[in-house]
């Protein structure tokens, strides 16, 4: 069996060649990557439902836009938190996943992480990969795995994320954030 090195923590950016809807120019910062799988969501799919609306405490310490994101087309009824803790300790209620990046207990009182949370988002469902796929889909050329920083999980202009991401990358990647979103047009 080949080892699976860890991509938690990382982002996954849509190639343009990336042919499901669902991840159409998406930006996913993968929380967990194993060899049982891969779990992660979907940084730049804002809804137009207020966090405030479904979650009661929340709504006020999410960042702007403060709506929900859909993490992904799997289990859409249910809620992840991420947020970013600057600092080496986190509070009880959040634990981390990468970096100053980690997972927000969403059942915990909000006040209990309100003070040292840096920034807060709420998705709707997550992506999901089985035991081998997500590699199959890297071969395949679906992703471009590149470094994830903070401020990806808060950006206030969530729909330019793909642009932003891949123009901060060194070399060829760089260009592709030039790619026409039609490119019969060109």
């Known amino acids: 069996m080949t080892e699976v090195s860890s991509l938690t923590g990382r982002l996954l950016v849509a190639t343009p060649a990336l042919a499901d809807p669902n991840f159409d120019r998406a930006v996913v910062l993968l929380l967990d990557h194993d060899k049982g799988g891969s779990l992660g969501v979907v940084l730049n799919r804002p809804t137009p439902v207020d966090v405030g609306d479904i979650l009661e405490g929340w709504g006020d310490l999410a960042g702007e836009p403060g709506v929900v994101f859909q993490g992904g087309p799997v289990s859409l009824d249910s809620a992840l938190g991420v947020a970013v803790i600057p600092g080496e300790d986190g509070p009880l209620g959040w634990r981390r996943v990468h970096g100053a990046i ?10 209990l992480l309100a003070a040292a949370l840096g920034s807060l988002r709420i998705f709707a469902g997550y992506s999901g990969w089985g035991p081998g796929q997500l590699e199959t889909e890297l071969g395949d050329g679906a992703w471009y795995v590149v470094e994830s920083e903070p401020g990806d999980v808060s950006a206030t202009r969530p729909e330019g994320l793909w642009r932003a991401v891949l123009r901060r990358q060194r070399g060829e990647l760089a260009m592709v954030a030039t ?3 039609d490119p019969s047009l060109n």
Do not use: H, K, R, S
């Open 102 to 111: 980690g997972l927000v207990d969403l059942e915990a009182p909000p006040e």
């Open 179 to 181: 790619y026409p979103d």
